[in-house]
């Protein structure tokens, strides 16, 4: 039989995504077989399953956590925004258009069926299914056709554990003014709650969870405590990896305005030789940096344009001048070529714009996507490595020739001819340790940081332990209902 379970929080970035990973890593430890699943994501930072499609790079943790692949299945919308009021539309791991926001209400309740299909799969064969809402059910103005909250959790049966953040304060509101807000078909499918991000005495407060409870009715299942190792775990958001790094190197990352796929900084910031610092807008590049890595984007003609208004152009000019190494991934690496074209408007209006000029190539946009996972091995040392690509556009040019990647199936990227300019298509090699210790001694770094990928498994253990501790997991699995 199979349970499921979802949870939803009060808002965006309580900690939904982690305690999903911490539960999918705890319950698979006592033995039973957990799948993650998340209706609707809204993220640029992509992961590529085995069978060649995406999901948001959370449920590939989240898979990871609960010790199986990841599937198309798993998060069978993700939503990545073009724009300020566009996204691309991914449905089971393809993609399935574009739509302005307005447009994205309407479309909604469409694509239910296709939400429910991949749930009824992702449940086969498992014991429990933790569901992961989006954003908060408190946007009652959005209720109508939701898929995501509530109206996944009603048309499949799903109960409801509601998280609040106390660390951002007013969490005693959050929760009893969701209470407050919601429809009476969706308060009776909210069956417990949690406070997340706690600080201090948990002592001071239990009065809190008291009052919460009386005001809702609901169970409290636990107060968390700060997961203090959260840091090592793949972020969310690029502007995480500024943090907690004092190292003497400095890889400056300039921020994007349409930034995807930056867990490629993820092994970079577990690296005590170095400090990767996140470039906001309207700030220089570091004068001082060793490197600067243009991260990928998900609409490289606009973030071409937008990383001249920053002057950045000019920054990165000046550290070629001196020196410095530059490299570029996936729209990052196109960045980096003397002209970019999309003739067919495939990520924004029809036009091709000049490139930063310091890679002797030329990228034309393509409508053909490649997704798929690779390995190789670097071609001046042998180093292994492993990666993805998730882009479109094809590059061509005399550069290219100069590969410094060596695939299965033959060279893969570009390089100046001095070697401190290259580019790759390849998300996710500084996972490698070895590829990602040669690469910092190029550029005069420590490479003492732990083995990534052991380090990830001990944090998902860690704060599985964390939640084990502070969760109540009897009384949350009880509250799991059969599904299917």
């Known amino acids: 039989m199979t349970r499921a379970i979802m949870i939803q929080g009060t808002g965006s970035d309580v900690g939904k995504s982690m305690i999903v990973a911490?539960?999918?890593?705890?319950?698979?430890?006592?033995?039973?077989?957990?799948?993650?699943?998340?209706?609707?994501?809204?993220?640029?930072?992509?992961?590529?399953?085995?069978?060649?499609?995406?999901?948001?790079?959370?449920?590939?943790?989240?898979?990871?956590?609960?010790?199986v692949a990841p599937s198309v299945h798993m998060n069978p919308v993700l939503l990545k925004p073009e724009s300020d009021i566009g996204a691309q539309v991914i449905v089971q791991g393809r993609r399935a258009g574009s739509l302005l926001a307005s447009d994205w209400i309407g479309r909604r309740p469409d694509l239910m069926p296709v939400v429910l299909d991949s749930f009824a799969r992702v449940a086969d064969g498992a014991d429990l299914v933790i569901v992961e809402g989006a954003g908060s059910p408190a946007e009652v103005n959005l209720r109508q056709g939701d898929i995501a909250n509530m109206g996944f959790a009603c048309a499949a049966g799903v109960p409801v554990v509601l998280l609040g953040d106390i660390d951002r304060g007013g969490v005693i509101a959050q929760l009893v003014g969701t209470h407050a807000v919601l429809a009476a078909g969706d308060l009776a499918m909210i069956r417990g709650f949690a406070v997340n991000k706690f600080r201090g005495d948990p002592r001071l407060f239990d009065a809190g969870m008291d009052e919460i409870a009386r005001r809702t009715g609901w169970a409290p299942l636990g107060l968390i405590p700060w997961f203090r190792d959260a840091w090592k775990l793949?972020?969310?958001?690029?502007?995480?990896?500024?943090?907690?790094?004092?190292?003497?190197?400095?890889?400056?990352?300039?921020?994007?305005?349409?930034?995807?796929?930056?867990?490629?900084?993820?092994?970079?910031?577990?690296?005590?030789?170095?400090?990767?610092?996140?470039?906001?807008?309207?700030?220089?590049?570091?004068?001082?940096?060793?490197?600067?890595?243009?991260?990928?984007?998900?609409?490289?003609?606009?973030?071409?344009?937008?990383?001249?208004?920053?002057?950045?152009?000019?920054?990165?000019?000046?550290?070629?001048?001196?020196?410095?190494?530059?490299?570029?991934?996936?729209?990052?690496?196109q960045m980096l070529g003397r002209t970019v074209a999309d003739p067919d408007g495939i990520e924004g209006a029809p036009g091709t714009a000049p490139g930063l000029g310091l890679l002797d190539v030329?990228?034309?946009?393509?409508?053909?996507?490649?997704?798929?996972?690779?390995?190789?091995?670097?071609?001046?040392?042998?180093?292994?490595?492993?990666?993805?690509?998730?882009?479109?556009?094809?590059?061509?040019?005399?550069?290219?020739?100069?590969?410094?990647?060596?695939?299965?199936?033959?060279?893969?990227?570009?390089?100046?001819?001095?070697?401190?300019?290259?580019?790759?298509?390849?998300?996710?090699?500084?996972?490698?340790?070895?590829?990602?210790?040669?690469?910092?001694?190029r550029i005069g770094a420590s490479a003492e940081g732990p083995d990534y990928e052991a380090e990830v498994e001990r944090t998902l253990d860690a704060l599985a332990d964390h939640l084990t501790q502070h969760l109540d997991l009897t009384a949350l699995l009880a509250l799991a209902a059969p599904v299917g």
Not at 271 to 297: H, K, N, S
Not at 408 to 427: I, K, N, T
Request: glycine share 12%; proline share 6%.
């Open 22 to 67: 911490g539960l999918a890593r705890a319950f698979a430890r006592q033995g039973l077989r957990v799948r993650p699943f998340k209706p609707q994501n809204m993220s640029n930072n992509a992961a590529v399953t085995a069978d060649g499609g995406e999901i948001g790079r959370a449920q590939a943790l989240q898979a990871r956590a609960a010790g």
């Open 234 to 333: 793949p972020a969310e958001d690029a502007v995480d990896h500024s943090r907690r790094q004092t190292g003497a190197v400095k890889i400056a990352v300039p921020l994007l305005s349409r930034i995807a796929n930056f867990d490629d900084l993820d092994p970079l910031r577990l690296e005590p030789g170095v400090t990767v610092q996140i470039v906001p807008p309207g700030r220089p590049l570091p004068g001082d940096a060793a490197l600067v890595l243009i991260p990928g984007t998900k609409a490289t003609l606009a973030d071409l344009a937008f990383f001249r208004a920053q002057g950045w152009d000019i920054d990165l000019a000046a550290h070629r001048r001196r020196g410095g190494h530059v490299l570029g991934l996936c729209g990052g690496y």
């Open 362 to 441: 030329d990228t034309v946009m393509t409508v053909e996507k490649r997704l798929a996972e690779r390995q190789g091995h670097v071609a001046a040392t042998g180093a292994a490595l492993r990666g993805y690509e998730i882009h479109i556009g094809r590059t061509t040019g005399p550069d290219r020739d100069r590969g410094w990647i060596v695939l299965e199936d033959g060279p893969e990227g570009a390089a100046s001819a001095d070697g401190r300019v290259r580019g790759s298509y390849l998300h996710g090699i500084f996972a490698a340790d070895g590829f990602r210790r040669d690469e910092l001694r």
